[in-house]
């Protein structure tokens, strides 16, 4: 059973590109979550998703971000207009159920975004 | 979501007991206690979970007192490759909430 799962794992764009990170969750998990950590500090949430539908955006920026988790492929999360700011590593994870409080995030490896 | 306070860094060597205590004075009722380790450059990896009392598995044992505001991560004869960042999170589950990371316990283990 494959665990998460992020492409690319490193992405350099120019200020004013477009970033695209995809996150494909494990096989059965309907849960997916964004993290984004800066360095040498621990990750912080941005946004939870389940199929279709954005269930908590509290920690997205209100500019230039955007999450989406289509009925078929991949979570994608957009970052438009990149400014260097917004060079750090993001994290998808996935968990197969919610409400529960035994039940586990399963986290990808990242992608390591370079704005220059 | 209730607040953790845990070491900034600590240091042992190979073969000893690392315990890493948390504190979390503010737990909620439905909250559980959970750890994460996150090596460099890799996304943060579940170890354990627990509301009270003690919970092991075959990687740590968690320590939970009567009083839940703290809790504590025990590493029996750690190794190397031990050395990471240990996270304590408190609320009320993975599953629907987004997870709330401090900075975390850098742990580096000597040989």
């Known amino acids: 059973n494959a665990g998460v799962m992020q492409n690319p794992r490193h992405l350099v764009r120019r200020r004013g590109q477009e970033a695209r990170l995809r996150c494909s969750p494990m096989k059965g998990h309907s849960h997916v979550y964004w993290y984004r950590q800066l360095p040498e500090e621990g990750l912080k949430f941005m946004v939870y998703l389940q199929k279709e539908n954005i269930i908590d955006e509290s920690g997205m920026p209100k500019e230039r971000f955007s999450a989406e988790f289509p009925k078929e492929g991949p979570s994608i999360l957009r970052i438009q207009q990149v400014v260097r700011g917004d060079s750090a590593a993001y994290f998808c994870?996935?968990?197969?159920?919610?409400?529960?409080?035994?039940?586990?995030?399963?986290f990808g490896p990242g992608t390591r975004l370079t704005v220059l | 979501l209730a607040k953790t306070t845990q070491p900034i860094s600590m240091d042992s060597y190979e073969g000893q007991e690392v315990n890493i205590t948390c504190s979390h004075n503010n737990i909620a009722t439905n909250d559980y206690i959970t750890w994460y380790q996150q090596f460099p450059s890799q996304g943060p990896r579940f170890i354990i979970q627990?509301?009270?009392t003690k919970v092991t598995n075959e990687v740590a044992s968690l320590f939970i007192p009567a009083d839940r505001k703290s809790s504590t991560l025990s590493l029996p004869r750690v190794s190397l490759s031990d050395t990471a960042v240990y996270y304590c999170l408190v609320g009320e589950g993975g599953g629907a909430d987004g997870l709330t990371f401090g900075k975390g316990t850098h742990l580096i283990i000597q040989p």
């Open positions: 994870a996935s968990s197969p159920t919610s409400g529960s409080g035994t039940d586990t995030q399963y």
């Open positions: 627990g509301y009270k």
